[in-house]
Structure formats: structure tokens, C-alpha cells
């Protein structure tokens, strides 16, 4: 699953990527990554950029989320009243490999 969402957007008064990656973690999803994005717009066509002379302090946020399908029907109704604005896909994909790093 992918959300897309802004950097200024709040679940509460905690950052929206935050709260969410918190909820993956208590609900065992098994992996989440928060991406910040350089550049980007959404349906209103409004850009935000990184760039300097235009520095945006809403950046656009792709959280990536990698679990069973079942897992993440199961935590979408959760999902769904945090992100008020914003975009969520789901994917296919192959997973080729899933473990942790090895200590040693």
C-alpha cells in the first residue's frame, strides 16, 4: 500500500506520517518506510518544492506500507479517518526476500 500525503499534515497534534508508522508498529504490520519527496503536486495542482529559492514546508510524503493483503484490509478502516486529504493505492507486489539484518 502507498499513501500519499503532505509533510504539514497532523493527526491530532503529532505529524500524520508519524501517527500512522506508529499505528503500523502497534497494529504488527510488517514493514512501513516514509519517503519525503523533492517535489510533487496533488489534486489541487499546488506544487511544493524543495527547491531554494522556493522553500516549501509541506513536502510531499509517500509512506510505503509491506504486509499480507489480509493484514492491510485489516488495518485500512484505521487508516482511513487519519488521512483526511491525501491519496491511498494498493500494489501487487513479489516479495523476493523479507528479513531482518543478521548480528554478527
Known amino acids: 500500500m502507498r499513501i500519499f500525503i503532505g509533510e504539514a499534515d497532523k493527526h ?8 500512522l508508522v506508529e499505528l503500523f508498529r502497534k497494529e504488527k504490520v510488517a514493514g512501513a518506510t516514509v ?3 523533492l517535489s510533487g503536486y496533488g489534486a489541487k495542482s499546488h506544487l511544493h518544492t524543495a ?20 493484514n492491510i484490509e485489516r488495518v485500512l478502516p ?9 491519496l491511498i ?15 554478527g
Open 78 to 86: 484505521l487508516i482511513d479517518p487519519m488521512v483526511k486529504e491525501g
Open 12 to 19: 491530532g497534534m503529532q505529524p500524520l506520517y508519524m501517527a
Open 35 to 37: 519517503l519525503r519527496g
Open 51 to 70: 527547491h531554494l529559492l522556493r522553500l516549501s514546508q509541506d513536502l510531499p510524503i509517500v509512506i510505503e506500507v509491506v504486509d499480507t493483503s489480509e
Open 89 to 103: 493505492t494498493m500494489e501487487k507486489v513479489q516479495v523476493i526476500r523479507y528479513a531482518p539484518k543478521k548480528n
